[in-house]
């Protein structure tokens, strides 16, 4: 840019605030005048205030006219661009705060524009050493709860379909086209499927079938389609039931479904069908009752979870719904619930009797059953194929020892294997399903044992099977559903409330970040093109800015940092995740091989093994984050195990599940959201912000105290503290761990600590204050760039404890 170009955009008065801010910063610190000395430079970089008096001038800077007009040195955008990106460079704990002293010299000066644009440009492009804390962390991938959290003998209807809405928000799809030509046409039994409705030989007159009821309420529907079933469609593989008294067995939650398909050789268990034997759920409503679509679509969605959860290997499962002659039939899977366009019995009965009859003929694979798994005399079993080896079979134990009581989410189901003549259980296969923009877990341990990570499983043998884009092949797909929430909208209101209030304390203006001089949104780095989506559907991932409020970051003098949300108005964990171009998310369902089995953390035999597995835990996290490089961002009690070390050295504890897993110096996955459990997530990325080794290290002091709380039961008392941790939104659930966290109000919580545990209260406030040192007279939840400061101490704790037992 020209003199002439920098004159007609002068920056006039645009940097008076900031010089006044500048020199009574200055005259704070005691430093009189400008900072010429070494006394007064010493001053100055060890004061806290200079990185966000830094931070401001960088805000005020790319709102001038001239940041707009001046090229990048750093690529082809304007300098505005740059003053963004460097924002977070100076979060570094190596960036040497002299380099701005001549910035600040032409401010306080009042220099001419050009020397003060000048030293801009060489300071944003000096090159900064990468912090230990890698940049990439900064684009961290949002967090979207499911309803797993919720437990169904301790939650309310209420919370659970509160929660059921923020799982399936964004996910779901209304009048799919396609659908009825792809699960009811050309089958096997299709020409069966002819023959019976030529015999039904429906008889429509003035609009209305006949032998359909003439008021279809759910008690005289039954009673009609009792003997149309009886008629003609027994001798299939299942029949529909009705359970008009008694909830389902195999849950909780008193939930029942109006009508169910499930095979011939279900039973009743105690008067009661079970949630394992459904294939297929239906819902009766006499009529369509406007404003109620969302309550009918939870409770549906409700039948759906319990399904799964029972059937936690399942890939999919149908589903209907019958308003009085009005019929809708749906598909749940694990990128969420989409529907066929609705269609009039009365208009169309040939249509009805076939879907019904298919329904009753389908086999598993059609009715969403893991056909990977298969069954002999011995028992179920996966074939698997090692390198170099022979394929032979390796048979699963009935019950899953981990999995997820959710629908939208990853789909983890876990299970004790064994070799047929072996008399122990050696290995785990795990079931899941990923995003295909997430790094297979099988890759990142093979990566880890490359790196001689201690403390993580073995990998055996990993494959992908089957992704949700060849399931929804050949279907239309149209923009996706988006439901208001109260809490969701309250979380909004709160998040921007806080954006704003750093925003005034600072004394700057956020709407720069995400418009232009000319009002337009800018587009980032990180707007991706989607690859072609599979023939007539539609699979990607949302766009996400790359772009982080800087300041909303702070730096402590001692090496400490915490990072803001992406963009401070958008609240990443509930944001809807569909896309108005009708993409969804892919997921990958992979089949994972890993030894050993070992037990879950809450198995433990002694207190002693108990202490001895956290510590090791502690050890295997960070081996994972300083030898490995990799993150593991998902830390519950399910992901901890024991283990029965076979020789001196070997980890009594292990660290399990890297489906979320992220190496330190890799970019953003891409992937739409990463799903957590509640209880055990961190205050910071409750709150929305990045993930680091620290929330992993808070999650597992939430894990040692659940363990600790629900005692050999494994149950919450009605009164525990406990379970407010999973009740409410994300920012209420942020600010009860972090008033629970504090010093005094902990003591209620080691009240909590049954008897066998009393002797752990001393190591559980060890911990505390590790994690929750108090600064500035407030509880800090932020990261220290020396993980050792963290690491070590924990080790040390546990192993005092240890050594009184």
Not at 441 to 451: I, P, S
Not at 622 to 649: M, V
Not at 726 to 750: E, V
């Amino acid at each position: 840019m020209s003199d002439a170009d920098i004159h007609e955009n002068a920056i006039g008065e645009g940097l008076n605030a900031f010089r006044h801010t500048l020199k009574s910063t200055f005259e704070r610190i005691g430093i009189h005048g400008y900072p010429s000395s070494q006394e007064n430079i010493a001053l100055f970089e060890a004061s806290s205030d200079v990185r966000n008096l830094l931070i401001r001038l960088f805000f005020i800077l790319q709102a001038l006219p001239a940041a707009e007009h001046l090229r990048s040195k750093t690529g082809r955008e304007s300098l505005r661009s740059d003053l963004l990106s460097f924002a977070s460079t100076v979060l570094s704990s190596d960036f040497d705060l002299k380099s701005v002293l001549p910035l600040f010299q032409h401010i306080f000066d009042q220099a001419p524009d050009q020397k003060i644009w000048d030293a801009v440009i060489a300071l944003v492009t000096l090159k900064a050493t990468p912090p230990i804390l890698s940049s990439a962390l900064l684009l961290d991938t949002p967090l979207k709860s499911t309803s797993s959290s919720q437990r169904a003998n301790e939650q309310t209807h209420d919370d659970i379909d509160e929660r059921i809405l923020q799982e399936i928000n964004g996910c779901v799809y209304k009048d799919t086209g396609g659908f009825y030509e792809k699960y009811f046409e050309g089958k096997e039994w299709s020409a069966e499927a002819g023959r019976i409705t030529e015999r039904v030989n429906p008889q429509v007159r003035n609009g209305r079938w006949t032998e359909y009821p003439a008021v279809p309420s759910q008690s005289t529907f039954l009673e009609w389609f009792r003997q149309f079933q009886t008629n003609f469609l027994c001798g299939g593989r299942g029949m529909f039931y009705e359970s008009p008294d008694l909830p389902l067995a195999g849950s909780d939650c008193k939930r029942k479904p109006d009508l169910f398909l499930a095979p011939l050789s279900a039973s009743k268990h105690n008067d009661k069908y079970d949630w394992a034997d459904i294939r297929v759920i239906g819902e009766l409503k006499q009529s369509e009752i406007r404003g109620k679509y969302t309550e009918e679509l939870l409770n549906f969605s409700g039948h759906a979870r319990e399904v799964f959860a029972a059937q936690p290997t399942r890939r999919f499962l149908h589903g209907f719904i019958i308003r009085g002659s009005s019929m809708e039939l749906w598909v749940f899977d694990r990128s969420g619930p989409y529907g066929s366009e609705k269609f009039n019995i009365h208009e169309d009965p040939r249509r009805f009797i076939k879907i019904m009859f298919g329904y009753t003929r389908m086999g598993g694979g059609e009715l969403g059953v893991n056909t990977y798994i298969q069954e002999d005399e011995n028992g179920n079993y996966i074939v698997l194929q090692e390198e170099g080896k022979e394929k032979e079979r390796l048979y699963l134990e009935d019950k899953p020892i981990a999995f997820q009581r959710a629908i939208v989410c990853r789909g983890t189901a876990c299970y004790r294997a064994k070799k047929r003549e072996s008399e122990r259980w050696e290995y785990v296969v795990k079931f899941a399903w990923r995003s295909d923009k997430r790094r297979a877990e099988g890759e990142l341990l093979k990566l880890a044992k490359e790196r001689n990570v201690w403390g993580v499983a073995k990998l055996i043998s990993h494959r992908d099977l089957e992704t949700i884009a060849d399931m929804r092949r050949e279907l239309e797909f149209r923009k996706p559903q988006k439901f208001r929430s109260a809490r969701r909208d309250s979380i909004n209101q709160s998040r921007s409330r806080q954006s704003s209030t750093l925003a005034a304390g600072l004394g700057i203006s956020l709407t720069p970040l995400s418009t232009s001089s000319s009002g337009q949104k800018r587009k980032t780095a990180e707007d991706r093109v989607m690859a072609p989506p599979p023939k007539r559907s539609k699979s990607g991932s949302r766009r996400r800015s790359s772009a982080t409020d800087p300041a909303a970051a702070q730096v402590d003098g001692a090496g400490l940092s915490t990072y803001a949300d992406e963009n401070p108005n958008v609240n990443s964990i509930t944001a809807p995740e569909g896309r108005d171009d009708g993409s969804f998310e892919n997921r990958i369902l992979s089949c994972l091989v890993i030894s050993p089995p070992g037990r879950l953390l809450r198995e433990f035999t002694s207190v002693q093994e108990f202490l001895e597995a956290c510590r090791d835990f502690v050890r295997a996290h960070r081996s994972l984050y300083k030898d490995g490089k990799i993150l593991h961002r998902d830390i519950s009690e399910k992901n901890i195990i024991i283990t029965d070390a076979q020789q001196e050295g070997d980890p009594k504890g292990m660290l399990i599940d890297l489906d979320l897993g992220k190496e330190l110096d890799g970019g953003p996955t891409g992937a739409r959201h990463r799903t957590g459990t509640m209880e055990f997530m961190a205050i910071e990325v409750l709150e929305g912000k990045p993930h680091t080794y620290r929330h992993d290290l808070e999650s597992f002091f939430y894990v040692f105290l659940w363990v600790i709380i629900q005692g050999r039961d494994r149950t919450l008392l009605k009164t525990s503290r406990l379970r407010r941790w999973y009740t409410g939104s994300y920012d209420q659930i942020a600010d009860i761990k972090r008033g629970h966290m504090d010093k005094n109000a902990f003591r209620g919580i080691l009240i909590e600590f049954p008897q066998e545990f009393g002797g752990l209260t001393e190591l559980a406030e060890d911990l505390r204050g590790l994690l929750f040192p108090i600064r500035d007279d407030a509880l800090f939840t932020g990261t220290y760039r020396d993980a050792e400061r963290l690491y070590q101490p924990m080790i040390e704790a546990f192993e005092r404890a240890i050594a009184r037992y």
